[in-house]
């Protein structure tokens, strides 16, 4: 007896629950059938109106089918959900087993936060969400979103948009292929390429991944993120960037390019400063001049950069070397001048043209600002160059004079004039046998020599006021090197490689790690990435909405 009674009350509660899935027709002007024509079906005529748990469908005619559970509406369609949203259309078709609608014909939905027009639209209501596979258009306080398929998950208030998709406002236009765009908080959460342009001055931002505050105008991106400026393009692997406070921040694998200047930097951390034309770079900083087929390159642990294009101030600290295939250097710093075009080293600082060593107290370059090219060349107070002689690990010639001036041509050191108090120490040998003949030592006020592919190949005494040529085996030992000689080949940078062997350990650590902007944005986005994980769990991103086909 039990049994039956459990059994009774289960059938009761089945029938009951099964009862409640029913749509329920709450008003209508007229109801009648036609078998023949719409087999299965109660025809609804005039102000229909039907509810189903907690929803409501309003229109003007009405196919039911009580034993599918399928209403069909057609001409001014009206669904609502509670006070959470109201859709509008032409037809719509609703399943309430599943509680699965489509909408077609002129659709338009509101909630409090956007509206929503397109052709075809599907609603979810288990899952509580709104698909659009041919194009939809979403409006809110602040944007207008297009895209040609789009979800928008109704709790969240999020649409996920694919697709040709956009962005726009007063501001700015926002394209991609993929993004997830919160109408409440206008966040759009970027996962293929996007790009958002400035409409006010056309900078523009690029990256396949990353994340856009619509409302502050602030980017994180990171993946293959690019910044477009109007001198200067910004590549690097991740990028923030306050578009209002003209500030960006890049990390790792970063290549600045001046189009303007025909310069490229790089390093792996970055700071850009536009309204005060400022961007300094560190870890593995290098600046690279374009020089026709050949290029300059010059490291340092701090790269910064000051000024507009043409007054444009380059600083490079400590630990600086160059490299060029026919000229390295290396100092503690560097300053160079776009408005003189002048080039400066600072303390220690050493070149190498070919196998000659030059030395100074200060050395400059100074570089033509029309074509960007090298124009000549100084070595202020105390001049030394050194030339190793080719056969012997012993002897140097050698030129020392006050000050040396040097003239390039198509970027190749030429000429170079010893001025004031100048010496010079030769080896002379053979020209067949390469046996060393003599040695020859000459005082003069000025000496100039000629290079050709970085050898010398003539040489010119001013006033020369004193010389004296030994053989070999008379010749004093003690006067083999000048006074202040000092051979530094095992500092020259052979590679461009070498540019980055620091000499002595220094601490510059990443601003990014104080930055509490930058870190805002970074956890904001690997939120939204736990969260998505999460959501591809548990429901489809592309859900199938189609109802039942009623023949």
Request: contains cysteine.
């Amino acid at each position: 007896m039990k049994n039956l009674f459990l059994i009774f009350f289960l059938l009761l509660a089945i029938s009951n629950y099964s009862q409640a899935k029913k749509i329920k027709i709450l008003s209508t002007q007229q109801a009648t059938a036609d078998e023949e024509k719409y087999p299965g079906a109660t025809i609804l005529i005039g102000k229909v109106k039907m509810e189903h748990e907690g929803a409501t469908l309003d229109c003007q005619r009405a196919l039911l089918y009580k034993k599918e559970n399928i209403f069909k509406a057609l001409g001014e369609v009206v669904i609502e959900q509670g006070d959470s949203i109201i859709q509008y259309s032409d037809f719509a078709i609703y399943n309430g087993d599943t509680k699965k609608a489509k909408s077609w014909g002129n659709v338009e939905i509101n909630d409090k936060e956007m509206k929503l027009t397109t052709d075809t639209l599907h609603f979810d209501r288990v899952n509580q969400l709104l698909y659009y596979p041919n194009g939809g258009t979403i409006r809110d306080k602040k944007n207008t979103l297009k895209s040609i398929k789009g979800t928008y998950f109704l709790k969240d208030k999020k649409f996920t948009a694919k697709s040709k998709v956009t962005v726009v406002n007063p501001e700015n236009n926002l394209e991609s292929d993929h993004l997830d765009y919160y109408t409440n908080s206008n966040l759009a959460y970027l996962y293929g390429p996007s790009t958002v342009t400035n409409l006010k001055d056309s900078t523009k931002i690029y990256s396949e991944r990353g994340f856009y505050d619509t409302n502050t105008d602030i980017s994180y991106f990171v993946k293959n993120a690019k910044l477009f400026l109007k001198e200067r393009t910004i590549l690097a692997d991740s990028l923030y960037y306050d578009k209002r406070k003209g500030f960006a921040s890049a990390t790792n694998r970063i290549k600045v390019i001046d189009t303007l200047q025909k310069m490229v930097t790089k390093g792996n951390y970055a700071e850009l400063y536009e309204k005060k034309d400022s961007l300094f770079i560190i870890n593995k900083a290098v600046a690279i001049s374009v020089l026709d087929k050949d290029s300059m390159y010059v490291a340092g642990d701090k790269i910064l950069l000051t000024g507009k294009p043409e007054k444009r101030i380059v600083r490079i600290f400590r630990n600086v070397k160059i490299f060029k295939s026919d000229l390295q250097g290396k100092c503690d710093s560097i300053h160079t001048s776009q408005t003189t075009g002048l080039t400066r080293m600072f303390s220690n600082p050493v070149l190498w043209s070919g196998k000659s060593q030059i030395t100074g107290d200060s050395i400059q370059f100074i570089t033509d600002k029309k074509t960007n090219k090298l124009d000549s060349l100084r070595v202020l107070q105390n001049a030394f160059m050194i030339q190793k002689d080719s056969l012997s690990d012993d002897d140097y010639n050698q030129i020392k004079g006050r000050n040396i001036y040097g003239k390039f041509q198509e970027n190749d050191l030429r000429t170079m004039l010893v001025k004031g108090n100048a010496e010079s120490l030769y080896y002379n040998r053979n020209d067949e046998s390469q046996l060393l003949e003599t040695i020859t030592k000459e005082i003069a006020s000025d000496i100039e020599f000629t290079l050709e592919n970085n050898e010398i190949i003539q040489t010119k005494y001013f006033k020369k006021s004193e010389g004296k040529t030994f053989p070999p085996s008379e010749f004093p030992s003690e006067e083999k090197k000048f006074k202040g000689f000092i051979w530094r080949e095992d500092e020259q940078p052979k590679t461009v490689e070498d540019i980055f062997i620091k000499d002595k350990t220094t601490n510059i650590t990443s601003p990014e790690k104080n930055n509490s902007a930058v870190k805002k944005a970074k956890n904001q986005f690997l939120k939204e990435t736990v969260k998505r994980q999460d959501l591809k769990k548990s429901v489809k991103l592309k859900p199938s909405l189609k109802s039942k086909k009623i023949k």
